[in-house]
């Protein structure tokens, strides 16, 4: 925004709302914004905060960033005219667990079981662990799907793939999984599961 002139405080004012991965707060925080009569709102905690800001507001442009399919999923009516307030980018990462899950398999292909952590709260997940299992079918991989939506959740999943005796770990895509980056790393370092994301933020980490 910068190089197009913009400045916060100066000639933009910036209103953020973090619904700290609570997304029943989500419609609130929306209606707020559009209470607000801002110009545009930039959806970019994933499906639920779009999926919050057009239940809100139809004629407030809004800009999202997803990893899934936005026609699938029913943000837009089609990618190269989306149609009516809302338009984005995606850089379909939720669509990539089948690939994912294939290059483990490559890499360790003495895993006998595979685990997908996921956020079964993110309105992409269902697409997401979909692909994984039709891709452990046609790879005669056993898939272990587990979900987690808070941080003891988190602690739960890694418990089950420790009696599991998982071989690997693919994290899928979500903000709420992003944000606990750190207690994910860790928790796969410290039981020496080798583990694969779609962010380089983990990587950044230690992953």
Not at 116 to 133: C, D, F, S
Request: glycine fraction near 12%; proline fraction near 4%; charged fraction near 20%.
């Amino acid at each position: 925004m910068g190089e197009a002139g913009y400045v916060d405080g100066r000639n933009v004012a910036i209103e953020y709302r973090f619904a700290e991965s609570r997304y029943d707060r989500l419609p609130i925080l929306a209606a707020d914004l559009v209470g607000r009569n801002v110009n545009v709102i930039a959806a970019t905690g994933g499906g639920a905060s779009i999926l919050a800001a057009m239940a809100a507001t139809k004629t407030i442009p809004i800009v999202f960033t997803t990893g899934g399919d936005p026609v699938q999923e029913g943000y837009v009516a089609r990618l190269n005219r989306p149609g009516g307030n809302v338009t984005g980018v995606s850089w379909f990462s939720n669509l990539v667990a089948g690939k994912g899950l294939g290059l483990l398999h490559e890499l360790f292909p003495n895993a006998a079981v595979i685990a997908m952590l996921v956020n079964p709260k993110l309105p992409e997940t269902a697409r997401m662990e979909g692909e994984g299992r039709e891709a452990a079918r046609s790879l005669g991989q056993q898939l272990l799907v587990l979900n987690a939506s808070t941080a003891s959740e988190i602690d739960t999943a890694f418990a089950a793939m420790r009696q599991r005796r998982v071989g690997a770990l693919l994290v899928g895509a979500d903000p709420f999984l992003s944000s606990r980056r750190q207690q994910i790393v860790a928790l796969a370092a410290r039981d020496a599961i080798p583990d694969m994301y779609t962010n380089r933020e983990f990587v950044e980490e230690g992953g």
